[in-house]
Structure formats: C-alpha cells, structure tokens
C-alpha cells in the first residue's frame, strides 16, 4: 500500500474527475476486491469523501526486500497516473509502481509475491488504456510496460520481436522504414503491443489478415509464479493460447514476435455514403468477401445520426451541407470505409478496384470521396482526432464505451432493435459508432479470445460514446439496455473490452472455453495474483 500521506497527496492533487473519484476508494475498502463505479456527486459529499478517503488508506505499505533489487515508486504522480485509465469512470489506487529494466526483474517480483502466502497482487500496464480499470491494481503493484519498449527485426524480414510494452505506432515506424509491416491493426496506434494481444487487436485488417493474435508467431511470457517461458504454438503451447486474447491473466508478454509482410507505401482511401442499411451491410459483406488482390484491404463503416456529430470534413466543402441535409432527412446515413494499399509497381491494380468500386457499389450516387495518403498516415490516423480533442479537453472524459459482436444473420434484428430503437431515439449522442463485418474464420477458437462463435460472418459494433462525469451513469444504464434488448431478443452478442464483476458473467461470456479458461489460470497463476483489475477470479 502507498503510504496514507502520498495518497493524500495524490488525491489533493488529482483532477476533478479523480476527486469525484475518492469517494468510491472508500466503498472499495468496504468491499475489497471489487471495482467501483464512480458518478457524480455534490461537491459537500465530495468534501466528505475526502476525509473518508484519507481514513481509508491508512495501511501497511509494500515492503520489498533489498534482496529484489527493485525501486517501488508510490510517489504520488505514479500513484496517480496509475490509478486512471482512458475509461476515467473508475479509480484503483495501487501500492506502487514498477518502471522494469528487464524481464527479469518481473520474474524477481512474481517469483517473490506468489513464494508462500499471497503478499499483493500484479498488474502489467501498457498505455492504461482501458475502460473500466482492467490494467489497475487495488493496493497491489503495477508493472509499467512502457519501459520495456523496442522492436527488432529479423534478418530475412519475416517478423519482428517486440518487447511488450512498445506501441503499435512505434513497430509500423521501426517496420516501415525497412520496408515491412504487420498487416492487422487497431484503430489507434497508441496502445500497447501487450496490452491489445491480451484483448485481441481488432479493426478494418481483421476480414483479410484477422485479429492481431491471429499474427504472432510466439512470445516471451512470465507467469504468475515468476517462471520466464518461451510459447509457441509448438512449445508450451497451453501457455501460447491462453495468453493471447488472455485479459492478463496467466502471464506478462515481454516479447511478441509479429508476423510481418510488405510494407505498402500509400492507401487510397474511400467513404461512400448509404441510406438504406440493407444496400450498406450488402456491400460491406460482398467486398470482405473479396480476393486480395481485386478487393480492398480495409473496411470499416460507420453511423452519421440525426442526433449525433456528423463529422462531413472528409468529403469536400461542396458535399457537405448536402450531408447534413441527407442525415436530417433519412435519420441515419451508413458511412461505408475501404482503403487499398499500394506502392508504384502496384498502382495500375488500383485503377480496377477503384472501378469495382465506382461500378459495383450501390451508395448514393455521388457521394463517394476520396483521399490519397501515406500507408503511415493511414493507419496513424486517429492520432490526429486525439489531437484535436486534447485540444478541445475533450480526451479526458468518461468513455463508456460497448464493443460488441454480432452475428451476421442478426445484424438487421441489431440494426432495427438498438440503433434506430434506442441510439436514434436519446436526445443527443456523443461520439462515435462503428458497424463493420468480418470473417470468423479468421480467429483461432484455440485462443482465449472470445468471438461469437456460429456464423462465418460478424460484425464489429463499437458505440464508442463520450460522457460527462453528470451523464455518464446515464450512458451507462443505455449501454446495459442495449444488452438487455439483445438478450431478450436472441441476439447472440459477445461483448469485446468488457467489464463484468459476476462470476457467472464470465463463465457465460467464455462459454464451453470457461474450463480451459479457469483450468489455465491455477495452472498459471495459482495465487491469482495477475491483473485482478479483469474482476474474473
Ligand atoms: P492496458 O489498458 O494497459 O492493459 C489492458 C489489459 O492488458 C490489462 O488487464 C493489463 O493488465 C493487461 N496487460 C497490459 N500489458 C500486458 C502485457 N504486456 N502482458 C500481459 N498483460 C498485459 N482496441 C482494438 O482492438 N481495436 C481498436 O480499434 C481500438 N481502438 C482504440 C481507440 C482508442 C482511442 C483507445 C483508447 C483504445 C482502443 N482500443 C482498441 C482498445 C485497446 O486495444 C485496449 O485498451 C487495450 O487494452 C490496449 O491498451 P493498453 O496497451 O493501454 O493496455
């Protein structure tokens, strides 16, 4: 535990919405082991919640002994950068932090906490990007993996070694400039290498390349008993499996070897605007239905709602009040998302996908952009959007987001029971949704990830809404009535970044893998002292 005085300090120094946050620090201590949400609240409980909170943390503090060798941080700004994620609804005061210079200081501290009785628990820290303090640990200690960075690329260029705390923007930088790259990508590139292959690493390369745990060759992984394993398919393969997609839970990846392939120069880049979704979804599905070479190598799509952003800055300055003029009148326009990659050798193919575009698809006709850009800008591109929200203050805010998969025959139950029953008909949204299909076969079932498991076809839904600390309980009871509908009506859906805190949540959510699941982490991490931010055991 940090002691009571640096913990003051971090909540007397902490942000508003971290200060809301002290109150739940309290319930915590009440009921330990659990996360707490946070809301808003009067600033006379605030008051309180701060006394109450200094009372809280008195306790004893992590001592390591000097045999370790290592320096626990638990100065209050470590403190409290580790205690938020990007989620910024919960708060999860650890004991310290730990900045490793090598694997095998990791192995000294899990090796030291799992010998007899349980003396904290751990969690490895990517970029904290988290939702709902997945990456956190309440009084135990945190790993910050962003110390081990680096990438490494081998001699025939077939893949690289990546330390597990590098950012996917740092391996397309060190790839790229030798001429290869991996070919499957999240959205934004400021996560953790670690920390997307213990989720999956999903986005518009999953149809063609899948997931980014589809696309690694082996790891280095330290268990919760501090033993340093190499895995594989071929090695240690229980190990391999469970760590990837894994939510943290048997292991710390230090190293990733990612498969690499060509690295194309540029992307074409193309939005086409629907207004019928049966025509969008229609599209979509044909197009990841393609080969490589004559189809796309991204696909996304989006939602403009009528009470929502339209953000139209990607079409041209003519187009764009006719945009909003469409969005109004239809309530919904389908925002269809590909790019194709390509470098000169290459540019002529691009000539015949861009007329099986223009020919084949069957968007408004007109309304079709498109934007020629550099293969690194392409894939960097929400750097730019958290440019400007930092800007605007608006990064740091609640996000309460749902991911979701949805199988194909039911994306038009999905489409009429939650998008336009329940998104289209609040007052206002804020943020982003995304709907895009993707091909199931290619997800590896041996994996922890979870997908829905039936159809050949799924889609990614990602109603990625920001919030207020006022509203955003608010948006959190709409997402559990976007479930609730799904659940009544037979929509098989799989959460993705998920957060439950009951048991039987999770054995649900894994179905027929909760066995192996549970059966890996006694294997594994028999003292459960690896991220326990996952709530799962
Ligand atoms: P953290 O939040 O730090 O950690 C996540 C979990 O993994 C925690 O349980 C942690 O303990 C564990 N962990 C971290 N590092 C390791 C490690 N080395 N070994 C073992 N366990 C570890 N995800 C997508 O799939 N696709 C997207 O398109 C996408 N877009 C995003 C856009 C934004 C703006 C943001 C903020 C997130 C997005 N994400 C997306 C989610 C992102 O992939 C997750 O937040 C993921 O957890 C990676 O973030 P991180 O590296 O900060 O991990």
């Avoid at 009372?55 to 209050?76: A, F, G, M, W, Y």
């Avoid at 408004?364 to 690194?376: E, K, Q």
Wanted: one cysteine or more; a neutral charge; aromatic letters at 8%.
């Amino acid at each position: 535990m940090p002691s009571s005085e640096a913990c003051k300090r971090a909540v007397l120094n902490a942000k508003p919405s971290a200060i809301k946050s002290s109150f739940a620090l309290i319930l915590y201590k009440v009921l330990p082991g659990q996360s707490v949400k946070m809301q808003a609240r009067p600033a006379a409980v605030l008051v309180a919640s701060l006394h109450a909170a200094f009372v809280c943390i008195k306790s004893s503090e992590i001592i390591l002994p000097k045999s370790l060798n290592l320096t626990l941080l638990t100065d209050p700004s470590a403190i409290s950068v580790a205690s938020h994620d990007f989620g910024n609804i919960t708060t999860v005061i650890p004991g310290g932090v730990i900045c490793p210079s090598s694997p095998v200081e990791i192995s000294r501290l899990l090796t030291y906490a799992s010998n007899g009785e349980r003396k904290f628990q751990v969690a490895a820290r990517g970029q904290g990007h988290s939702l709902m303090g997945q990456a956190g640990v309440p009084d135990g200690v945190i790993i910050n993996m962003t110390c081990l960075a680096g990438v490494v690329v081998s001699d025939d260029m077939k893949y690289a070694d990546v330390a597990g705390g590098t950012l996917w923007v740092d391996v397309l930088k060190n790839t790229a400039e030798k001429g290869v790259s991996p070919v499957s990508w999240t959205d934004y590139l400021h996560v953790s290498v670690g920390g997307t292959l213990s989720n999956a690493g999903i986005g518009g390369e999953v149809f063609r390349n899948g997931p980014q745990i589809s696309n690694v060759l082996e790891l280095d992984v330290i268990t919760g008993k501090g033993e340093m394993l190499a895995c594989s398919p071929q090695l240690n393969s229980e190990l391999f499996y469970g760590v990837l997609g894994g939510l943290g839970q048997f292991g710390i990846i230090t190293r990733a070897r990612i498969v690499l392939n060509h690295a194309p120069k540029r992307a074409k880049w193309f939005r086409m605007l629907y207004s019928d979704f049966a025509a969008f979804t229609k599209d979509q599905e044909r197009l990841i239905s393609m080969a490589n070479d004559t189809g796309v190598d991204y696909l996304e799509g989006q939602l403009f709602m009528s009470n929502g952003v339209v953000d139209t800055s990607f079409f041209p300055q003519s187009d764009q009040s006719k945009i909003a003029d469409l969005v109004k009148s239809h309530g919904i326009i389908y925002v269809l998302e590909v790019a194709k990659f390509y470098d000169d050798p290459t540019l002529p193919i691009i000539g015949q996908v861009v007329d099986m575009l223009n020919k084949t698809l069957s968007y408004l006709p007109g309304f079709i952009s498109m934007h020629d850009v550099a293969y690194f800008d392409f894939l960097n591109r929400v750097k730019a959007e958290e440019d400007k929200l930092r800007s605007l203050g608006l990064w740091e805010v609640p996000h309460p987001w749902l991911n979701l998969y949805v199988p194909k025959s039911q994306i038009l139950n999905f489409h009429n029971g939650v998008v336009k029953d329940i998104l289209l008909k609040q007052n206002s949204t804020s943020g982003l949704t995304l709907l895009y299909p993707s091909n199931r076969n290619k997800w590896d079932n041996r994996m922890s990830a979870m997908v829905t498991d039936e159809e050949d076809v799924v889609y990614i839904i990602g109603i990625l809404q920001s919030a207020t600390p006022q509203n955003v309980q608010e948006v959190e009871s709409l997402n559990d009535s976007i479930i609730r509908v799904c659940k009544d009506s037979g929509i098989k859906i799989k959460q993705y970044l998920m957060h439950y805190t009951r048991k039987e949540d999770w054995v649900e959510h894994f179905g027929t893998k909760w066995s192996d699941f549970s059966k890996r982490k006694d294997l594994f991490d028999p003292k459960k002292l690896l991220s326990p931010g996952q709530d799962i055991f």
